[in-house]
């Protein structure tokens, strides 16, 4: 869920069609429609896991609203986050990319980007893809809370698998990979389901998880 905060005391608001969502997204159009169409609902492509865990690390010190209304502007500056195109990116591309407006102009998160597209390569050589390398790390049932609430949210900014995860990625050369950025990415691309009890999508993306098909399995 990023930094954001909850705007009420149970971290539900009412929606403009008068449902109860997580507060998070603050009702605004574009918040809202990520959090409705995106947010939680499981992942297998590799382009949007790849996109999705380096956008984490850029939103690092911002709010994850900034990088999503930027996400075009990455999307193009980036090859469409296509790794194979990103892993052949050099210095030129680097003093490019620092002239783009469009993005977060981070020296580092730039580089970052470009070594973890060269890093996906070989993780997709080893697992056959990202989605089987991320979800084989899919945490158990006993990790989990048993109520996902406001509370119990707000107090689990990492887990032992984001933690788990995030050394892993670090020992096989990834940047901006922190267990708090790795959280994130698994409550973005559905490994979890932190949409909150009484959140109106919350049924509605478990059934998605339930049918979901697991890379690798």
């Known amino acids: 869920m990023n930094d954001e905060e909850a705007t009420s ?9 008068g449902r109860l ?26 382009i949007r896991l790849f996109e999705k865990i380096c956008l984490e690390g850029f939103q690092a010190g911002l709010s994850w609203l900034t990088i999503l209304r930027k996400r075009e502007n990455f999307r193009a500056a980036f090859a469409g986050f296509d790794f194979e195109a990103v892993a052949r990116f050099g210095e030129a591309d680097i003093e490019r990319l620092m002239q783009d407006a469009g993005i977060v102009r981070h ?30 790390h899919e945490p158990p049932a006993s990790e989990r809370p048993a109520v996902i609430d406001w509370p119990t949210l707000k107090a689990m900014p990492t887990t032992p698998t984001s933690t788990a995860i995030s ?34 999508c919350r ?10 098909r697991r890379p690798g399995r």
Not at 9 to 17: A, C
């Open 167 to 200: 050394n892993d990625l670090k020992k096989r050369g990834w940047s901006f990979v922190g267990p708090t950025t790795v959280y994130a990415f698994m409550q973005a691309m559905g490994l979890v389901n932190d949409h909150l009890e009484g959140c109106c």
């Open 203 to 212: 049924e509605e993306v478990e059934a998605a998880r339930t049918a979901f």
């Open 107 to 136: 020296r580092g998160k730039i580089a970052s980007t470009i070594n973890n597209a060269r890093r996906a390569l070989e993780l997709r050589d080893e697992f056959g893809s990202l989605a089987a390398y991320f979800w084989s």
């Open 9 to 17: 005391v149970d971290g539900l608001t009412e929606g403009p069609d």
């Open 21 to 46: 969502r997580c507060a998070w997204h603050g009702n605004l159009d574009d918040y809202l429609a990520y959090h409705d169409r995106e947010w939680g609902r499981p992942v297998d492509d590799d």
